[in-house]
C-alpha cells in the first residue's frame, strides 16, 4: 500500500500563486507514475498534469499549459503542482495520484492510477 499526503492547499486571490505538494510513504517512489487531479463542486474529477518516474515527460491539460508546472523529487519522496496566474475557475480540491509503471511514461485518465490522497482545497478569489 502507498499512502499519499497532499498539502499547501490553501485562498489566493486571482493571478496569485500556490504549490500544493504530495509525499509519498512508497519504498520506491521512483517507481511510481504520478498525477494530479482536481475536482470541483458539482464536477467530475478532472485531469490537471502528470509526471513520469524520472520526470522526462510530463502532460498537462490545456486550460493550465503555460500556467502549471509539475515536478517530482525522488529523493524527497514528493511530487509538486506549481501554479501561477491562478483564475476562479482553478478552485476545487486537487487529489495526486500514484500508478506503479515501468519505463517513461505518464498517465492522463483517473482510472489508470492505483492511489489517491485524500486531497488539498485550493481556493482563487476574484
Known amino acids: 500500500q502507498v499512502q499519499l499526503v497532499e498539502s499547501g492547499g490553501g485562498s489566493v486571490q486571482a493571478g496569485g500563486s500556490l504549490t500544493v505538494s504530495c509525499t509519498a510513504s512508497?519504498?520506491?517512489?521512483?517507481?511510481?507514475?504520478m498525477g494530479w487531479f482536481r475536482q470541483a463542486p458539482g464536477k467530475e474529477r478532472e485531469f490537471v498534469a502528470a509526471?513520469?518516474?524520472?520526470?522526462?515527460?510530463?502532460y498537462y491539460t490545456d486550460s493550465v499549459k503555460g500556467r502549471f508546472t509539475i515536478s517530482r523529487d525522488n529523493a524527497k519522496n514528493t511530487v509538486y503542482l506549481q501554479m501561477n496566474s491562478l483564475k476562479p475557475e482553478d478552485t476545487a480540491v486537487y487529489y495526486c495520484?500514484?500508478?506503479?509503471?515501468?519505463?517513461?511514461?505518464?498517465?492522463?485518465?483517473?482510472?489508470?492510477?492505483?492511489?489517491w490522497g485524500q486531497g488539498t482545497q485550493v481556493t482563487v478569489s476574484s
Open positions: 509526471i513520469s518516474r524520472s520526470g522526462g515527460t510530463t
Open positions: 512508497a519504498r520506491t517512489f521512483s517507481n511510481y507514475a
Open positions: 495520484a500514484a500508478k506503479l509503471t515501468i519505463g517513461p511514461v505518464a498517465f492522463t485518465r483517473p482510472n489508470d492510477y492505483n492511489y
